[in-house]
C-alpha cells in the first residue's frame, strides 16, 4: 500500500546546502539483509543511522523522495533549547529524575546541532545569532519577567531586556521586553538536514532515494521484513523516522498525532538601507503570541515570516496578506511588501505538544511528534533511538519509549485542531487589540 502524505509544496531552496548530497544510484531494486533499516532520511532519520553507523550497525536507510523532502526541510529553521512547553511543566509531566534529564537535553540539543553543522561538509549555518522571544502584550511582559527572574537563578544564558534595547535589536518599538536567549540559533533547515544525509552516507550507509517503504512484517525468526516496490531488506530491527509523512506504513500509527499544515513566506530582497535597520545583529525575533509569529533574516537581503493559512487543507496556501500586515505592524516603515515565495509542510501534533519515543513492536520503534519544535528535538531522538539498537529494553532514554497509543476519536481530531487554531488566532487579535486601544 501507498505510505506517503501527499505533499504538493515545493522545498524552499532559499534553505538548500550549496552543494546538496550526492544522489545515490537510484531507488532500491534488490533483495539485502542488514542489521537496521531507518524508514525516512529527514533529520531524525539520518541522525538514527549516524548514530547507528557509531555503534558499528549495518544500516541501510529507504527515502520516500530526497532527504529532507519532509517536515525536516520545511521547518521554519530556528534552533531553541525550549520545548513547547516550561521547565516546571515539564518536570510534572515526567517526574524529577526524567524530567530534569530532558530539560538538560533540551538545553544542551543546540550544542548537539551547532556541533554538526560546525562540521565541513554540513551546509547550513544562516548567520543567525539569537533567539529574542518578545512579549505581545503587558500580561505576557509580567510572565517573561517572572520567568527571567527564575531561570536566572538557575544560570540560565537568558537576559531580559526592556523597551530600549529590545527597539534596538528589533529595529521596531513593537514590542516593550523581551529575552534574549544566546542559547538558540537559526539554521538553514534543509542544508542541515542534507548534511546529515550526506554524512550517513559517507559513515557507510547504504541508503536509497525515490525508495518507499511499502509494507512491514515479521521474517523469519525475530528479524523484520521491509518491502519496496522494486526490493525488500531483511533486518533485526526497523526505525520508522517518517513524522507526519508515514502515512499507513504501520497501523494506527498516523493516529498517534494530529497533522497540522504550517506555513512560511520569503520576501524579495530589500533594499540595502531597509536590509540593515531590521534585527540589526541578525538575531532571529518570535512573539508570545499562539500562533506561528517567527521573523528573520536569510541570505540574499530576505525575510522570513511564519505565518498562517489552512491548518488541514494539503493544497492550502500560505496566508500573504496575515503575513503583510504583520510585516508592516512591526515595521510600519517598510514600504510595500513584495513576496518571492512561500510554502507548507505538516507538522505532527500531539495530545500534549511533547515527542513520542514508541515501541512499535519488538524490534521496532518509532520517534515522532514535534509539535513545531523539532530541530534540536529529531536531532537528540535520532541519538536515542540507535541506544535501543544495544538495548531494547534501556529505560535511561530522555523520553519513555511507550507503547502505541492512539488518539481517541481521531478521525475528527484534524477539525477539532482547526477549531483551536481559529481560537487561539482569535484571542491574539483580541489581546493585540485591547492592547493597541490602551
Not at 549555518?125 to 520567568?147: E, F, S, V
Not at 512591526?330 to 507538522?347: A, I, T
Not at 521496532?364 to 537528540?380: E, I, N, P, Q, W
Request: hydrophobic share 40%.
Amino acid at each position: 500500500m501507498s505510505v506517503a502524505i501527499d505533499e504538493p509544496a515545493s522545498l524552499p531552496h532559499w534553505f538548500a546546502a550549496k552543494t546538496p548530497p550526492e544522489r545515490p544510484a537510484g531507488p532500491l531494486s534488490e533483495k539485502l539483509t542488514t542489521d537496521c533499516v531507518v524508514i525516512g532520511a529527514g533529520i531524525t532519520g539520518s541522525s538514527t543511522a549516524i548514530h547507528l553507523r557509531k555503534m558499528g550497525r549495518q544500516v541501510v536507510q529507504l527515502e520516500l523522495n530526497e532527504p529532507g523532502w519532509g517536515a525536516s526541510g520545511r521547518a521554519f529553521g530556528n534552533v531553541v533549547a525550549v520545548s513547547k512547553h516550561s521547565d516546571t511543566h515539564i518536570l510534572d509531566v515526567y517526574g524529577p529524575e526524567r524530567g530534569e534529564r530532558l530539560n538538560q537535553a533540551l538545553e544542551d540539543g543546540p550544542k548537539l546541532v551547532r556541533n554538526l553543522i560546525d562540521e565541513p561538509d554540513i551546509d547550513a549555518d544562516l548567520g543567525n545569532t539569537y533567539w529574542l522571544l518578545a512579549a505581545h502584550t503587558p500580561k505576557y511582559a509580567d510572565i517573561l519577567r517572572r520567568n527571567v527572574e527564575r531561570l536566572g537563578k538557575q544560570g540560565k544564558n537568558i537576559r531580559l531586556l526592556e523597551a530600549d534595547e529590545t527597539a534596538r535589536l528589533v529595529g521596531s518599538d513593537y514590542y516593550s521586553l523581551s529575552v534574549l536567549d544566546s542559547r538558540s540559533f537559526g539554521i538553514k533547515p534543509l542544508g542541515y538536514a542534507q548534511g546529515l544525509a550526506h554524512a550517513a552516507v559517507r559513515m557507510g550507509t547504504a541508503q536509497y532515494w525515490q525508495t518507499p517503504a511499502m509494507r512491514i512484517e515479521k521474517a523469519q525468526g525475530a528479524k523484520w521484513r521491509v518491502t519496496t516496490p522494486g526490493g525488500e531488506v531483511v533486518a533485526d530491527m526497523v526505525f520508522i523516522c517518517t513524522n507526519a509523512y508515514g502515512g499507513d506504513l504501520w497501523p494506527g500509527l498516523k493516529k498517534t498525532y494530529i497533522p497540522v499544515r504550517g506555513y512560511c513566506a520569503v520576501t524579495t530582497p530589500l533594499s540595502e538601507n531597509l536590509f540593515a535597520q531590521i534585527l540589526p545583529e541578525r538575531h532571529f525575533v518570535t512573539d508570545t503570541r499562539h500562533l506561528w509569529s517567527g521573523i528573520r533574516k536569510i541570505d540574499g537581503s530576505r525575510l522570513q515570516l511564519s505565518t498562517g493559512g489552512p491548518s488541514i487543507n494539503r493544497n492550502g496556501n500560505a496566508d500573504l496578506a496575515e503575513a503583510t500586515k504583520r510585516l508592516k505592524d512591526v515595521y510600519p516603515y517598510f514600504g510595500d511588501v513584495s513576496w518571492e515565495g512561500s510554502w507548507g509542510g505538516w507538522v505532527a501534533i500531539t495530545a500534549n505538544q511533547l515527542p513520542r519515543i514508541f515501541r512499535l513492536a519488538d524490534g521496532v520503534f518509532s520517534a515522532l511528534g514535534y509539535s513545531g519544535r523539532g530541530l534540536s528535538f529529531s536531532t537528540m531522538l535520532g541519538a536515542e533511538l540507535a541506544q535501543l539498537a544495544a538495548n531494547p529494553d534501556r529505560d535511561d532514554l530522555i523520553l519513555p519509549v511507550v507503547g502505541m497509543k492512539t488518539l481517541p476519536f481521531h478521525i475528527f481530531a484534524p477539525f477539532v485542531a482547526a477549531a483551536y487554531i481559529n481560537y487561539f488566532k482569535a484571542m491574539d487579535t483580541w489581546a493585540i487589540w485591547r492592547h493597541a486601544r490602551r
